[in-house]
């Protein structure tokens, strides 16, 4: 029932309201500076400078007539839910690399570039494909970068996972021991019990089946402040890590931050989860609450939503990367 009306809000949105809010108050300035009778010639070359200088701060998604107009650069404000600018192309295609290592985004005749002005390059055409459908589908009034997972995870791949890499790992393996299937609800209240009960029949198959590939079977707890996980299953864990290449660590990181669990990440990573069953077990104590109690519109549905386009987003570019 939300849906709806947040689309409604959205194309309602003017980007030009939005670059308005956004632009430096000296560019408004010196615009109404330059509209008023000239003074003498050092507050004429005071304007000037203050409107180059306006200029200079703009951010371009399409690339200035004073550069190469042969690629177009992703703003950094493409990782956030702007708006940030009308669509200035009229198709998205791909193309092998000029190296013939990896598959471009085109924009027309441009080349699609990263936030940090490197030629986005897929690893397979498949990926680029469906990168280049994102921008296909953006509507003529504005460009909206969070319609685009796809996009937002292949910048990670290539900018983010190469620079901090052991940082990611060490953030995975630490949040581990708190791993949201290794809670389990107290089984001594009324309230409870019922969860308890779901999440034994639920989540024991996921655990025995860490058991069996990992030779380590986790600990369960029902304490806030998590538990410890056995030495051997934390550095079986930590070597998977490791063996990972840039895209499948970008993706394990992101299902295991939204589904609280990298267990579950590594479920799917492996094959051993599909996207519901994921799903599924992310929820299960919340919709046990919702089965009870009721769904809140505008709360409940927008979160479910949310999970469901992170999680499939980030399975759809695992496979997609795979080169086999």
């Not at 009229?90 to 940090?116: H, S």
């Given at each position: 029932m939300a849906t709806p009306i947040v689309r409604k809000t959205l194309k309602s949105i003017s980007p030009f309201t939005v670059r308005s809010l956004t632009s430096p108050n000296r560019h408004l300035t010196a615009l109404a500076t330059a509209g008023q009778p000239e003074s003498d010639g050092g507050e004429r070359e005071q304007d000037v400078q203050s409107i180059k200088n306006a200029e200079a701060d703009n951010i371009f998604i399409k690339?200035?007539?004073?550069?190469?107009?042969?690629?177009?650069?992703?703003?950094?404000?493409?990782?956030?839910?702007?708006?940030?600018?009308?669509?200035?192309?009229?198709?998205?295609?791909?193309?092998?690399?000029?190296?013939?290592?990896?598959?471009?985004?085109?924009?027309?005749?441009?080349?699609?570039?990263?936030?940090?002005?490197?030629?986005?390059k897929c690893p397979t055409p498949a990926l680029a494909m469906a990168i280049a459908a994102e921008w296909e589908y953006q509507e003529t009034d504005g460009i909206r970068p969070f319609t685009m997972p796809l996009m937002k995870l292949a910048c990670t791949a290539l900018e983010r996972v190469p620079l901090t890499r052991q940082k990611?790992?060490?953030?995975?393996?630490?949040?581990?021991?708190?791993?949201?299937?290794?809670?389990?609800?107290?089984?001594?209240?009324?309230?409870?019990?019922?969860?308890?009960?779901?999440?034994?029949?639920?989540?024991?198959?996921?655990?025995?089946?860490?058991?069996?590939?990992?030779?380590?079977?986790?600990?369960?707890?029902?304490?806030?402040?998590?538990?410890k996980q056995e030495n051997g299953l934390v550095n079986a864990m930590e070597n998977l890590l490791k063996n990972t290449d840039d895209c499948e660590l970008a993706v394990i990181d992101a299902i295991a931050a939204a589904a609280q669990s990298l267990t579950i990440s590594i479920g799917i990573f492996r094959g051993r989860l599909q996207i519901e069953e994921a799903i599924e077990l992310i929820r299960l104590e919340e919709d046990f609450q919702v089965d009870r109690w009721g769904l809140v519109e505008g709360g409940h549905d927008v979160d479910i939503a949310d999970l469901r386009v992170q999680i499939s987003s980030a399975t759809v570019f695992l496979g997609l990367s795979r080169r086999h």
């Open positions: 690339a200035p007539k004073t550069t190469s107009s042969s690629s177009v650069t992703m703003p950094t404000s493409s990782m956030t839910g702007s708006i940030v600018g009308k669509r200035f192309y009229k198709q998205a295609t791909t193309r092998e690399a000029d190296d013939g290592n990896g598959w471009n985004v085109m924009l027309d005749y441009r080349t699609l570039k990263t936030p940090a002005k490197r030629p986005l990611i790992i060490e953030h995975l393996l630490q949040k581990f021991h708190k791993d949201l299937v290794f809670c389990r609800a107290p089984g001594d209240s009324d309230l409870t019990s019922g969860i308890l009960d779901l999440q034994k029949a639920k989540i024991d198959p996921l655990l025995d089946w860490v058991k069996s590939e990992f030779g380590y079977k986790p600990v369960v707890y029902s304490d806030l402040y998590g538990g």
